[in-house]
């Protein structure tokens, strides 16, 4: 079969559905979201499903207060009612330097309007009474917390964007892509019954999941991700939750690393380990859905413990079940959005550690980026494009599996082009010390040489390479400073000031051409460079 839609969604979780969701709404209907099994059958189905605003970042914090609303809304649909249950919680602070990150977010979140509040440890014992605050110098009260049934929500927008008129299709794996010269794309399925499909789009959003780095290797790309196992278990009934007319707050405990969450008259803990296990570096099995791991308990006894003595009633409760199953994880544990680096028409949503509490915000967050060109949050900080080249999988231990180039490894890897940047340097400030055949400056010029160098300087920056850019960037500006000298014949503080006061501007040229204007950065840079060479010559 041979179909079109303007846009291929890959991937049925709720980043997926929240995506398809949003755009739906934003009155593009003509989209088609492909799932390989079930829809929620990824990390979805298995979630916790705790929905968070708290965040160190702003923009994360936007994502997540606006994920918080947007489920509070759909869960007042009486056609379609939703678990959804806004108990706030507390987060408990150790030192006087986690205090100080308490009050830097409360800030930032009551300046959102969200009515977080500091705790003293007092007061932290009236929100939560089972609480011991024997080391503890205060918390964060954080109004709007709760927690949700993951499976229900990511229903709840498939349901809403199907009646507006977006298509979904279940058990179709994604086997193919091809872009065309007109950047649009073909997209290649496989049915369960082994059919073979095609659609033509313009756009295909990623939204695989821990399933990401598939869908980018069909197009010869790496994607930097692993896939983390993540436990979390359920206690038997407590008596003393029971006799509550109302829920407690959910308890976080961020440098033991834990949540703990009172789920009808039981508790679920779920620990974040600081050894945490990766799994599949050698692939993901292609059955893999719906589908959890052995519990592997041993792993968590350091915050089982401290939980058990947080919470005393805790210790004293017996385990009725425990889910072991993967959750993404991108080198910074942030997710990735936005454009692929290079590709047009490409677009992620994907590799959400905090995928309930992310993914209603980040369907909103695609969309518009996809039909309006941006969103309206400032989410850079999310962008695909953070990473580059120099981010890799590598097999190993660790929390993450990554591995970041050296800027040493850097300059050994392209050491033949430092090397040949010195001798032209010191042959234009030493010339005596050189040869005939070395000394560039008298064979070709001042101004020939200041503008081989200024091009040399930018062509990592251009290429995207940090470490080298900075390294190069040494050397324009001391060329920049020798032009400024030899040619106007300025006194050297204020050749200084002049080259300090330059960059500054030219990079917020830059930044203003990326951003406001929406020029390509590869052509933004070029632009403010042709600037720095005029300046020079």
């Known amino acids: 079969m041979h179909e079109q839609a303007k846009i291929v969604i890959i991937g049925g979780g709720i980043a997926g559905c929240s995506a398809l969701y949003h755009l739906a709404q934003m009155g593009c209907t003509d989209v088609l979201l492909l799932e390989r099994d079930e829809l929620t059958s990824g990390s979805t189905w298995h979630a916790a499903g705790n929905v968070p605003t708290y965040s160190t970042s702003w923009s994360v914090m936007k994502v997540q207060s606006y994920s918080a609303a947007l489920y509070r809304e759909l869960a007042n649909d009486p056609d379609f009612p939703i678990s959804y249950h806004v108990t706030g919680s507390v987060r408990l602070a150790h030192s006087h330097e986690r205090i100080a990150e308490f009050r830097h977010v409360t800030s930032m979140a009551n300046a959102q309007g969200m009515g977080y509040d500091m705790l003293s440890p007092e007061q932290l014992v009236e929100r939560y009474p089972l609480v011991k605050t024997h080391d503890l110098v205060g918390a964060l009260w954080d109004p709007l917390d709760g927690d949700i049934d993951p499976s229900q929500v990511t229903q709840a927008m498939a349901r809403a964007a199907r009646a507006l008129g977006a298509r979904v299709r279940r058990f179709e794996s994604v086997v193919g892509l091809a872009q065309h010269a007109n950047q649009h794309w073909t997209v290649t399925t496989r049915t369960k ?42 206690t038997d009934e407590i008596p003393e939750l029971a006799a509550r007319e109302f829920p407690l707050p959910l308890l976080r405990d961020p440098d033991t690393s834990y949540y703990l969450r009172q789920e009808r008259n039981s508790y679920i803990l779920g620990p974040y380990e600081w050894q945490a296990t990766a799994m599949w570096r050698d692939g993901i099995p292609d059955h893999f859905a719906n589908m959890l791991w052995s519990e592997d308990l041993e792993r968590l006894e350091t915050q089982i413990l401290d939980a058990s003595e947080r919470v005393p009633v805790l210790g004293e409760a017996g385990i009725a079940r425990v889910v072991n199953g993967p959750i993404p994880y991108a080198p910074d ?23 309930i509490a992310q993914g209603g915000g980040a369907g909103k967050a695609i969309a518009e980026w996809v039909l309006e060109g941006r969103p309206e949050f400032d989410i850079w900080n999310i962008d695909r494009r953070r990473y580059k080249d120099y981010a890799t999988t590598q097999k190993g231990g660790g929390s993450i599996q990554r591995r970041v180039l050296s800027p040493l490894g850097s300059l050994m890897a392209y050491g033949w082009i430092f090397v040949v940047l010195l001798i032209v340097l010191f042959s234009i400030l030493l010339p005596n010390t050189f040869p005939t055949m070395l000394n560039f400056r008298s064979i070709l010029g001042d101004k020939a040489i200041i503008a081989i160098l200024s091009l040399a300087a930018m062509l990592p920056m251009m290429a995207g390479r940090i470490d080298l850019t900075v390294g190069y960037g040494i050397v324009l500006w001391h060329i920049m400073a020798i032009a400024l000298q030899t040619n106007l014949g300025l006194d050297w503080p204020i050749v200084v000031v002049t080259v300090l006061l330059s960059g500054c501007l030219l990079g917020l040229l830059n930044g203003l051409l990326v951003e406001i204007a929406r020029i390509d950065s590869f052509i933004a840079t070029l632009g403010t460079g042709t600037i720095l060479y005029a300046v020079a010559l």
Do not use: K
């Not at 590709?343 to 949503?349: K, P, Y």
């Open 193 to 234: 019954d082994g059919d073979t499909n095609t659609v033509d789009c313009e756009h295909v959003i990623n939204a695989a999941g821990y399933r990401a780095g598939e869908v980018m290797a069909l197009i010869g790309r790496h994607h930097p991700i692993a896939q983390m196992s993540h436990q979390y278990y359920v």
């Open 333 to 355: 544990g942030n997710p990735y959005m936005g454009p692929e680096r290079g590709l047009r028409n490409f677009w992620h949503c994907n590799t959400f550690s905090f995928g």
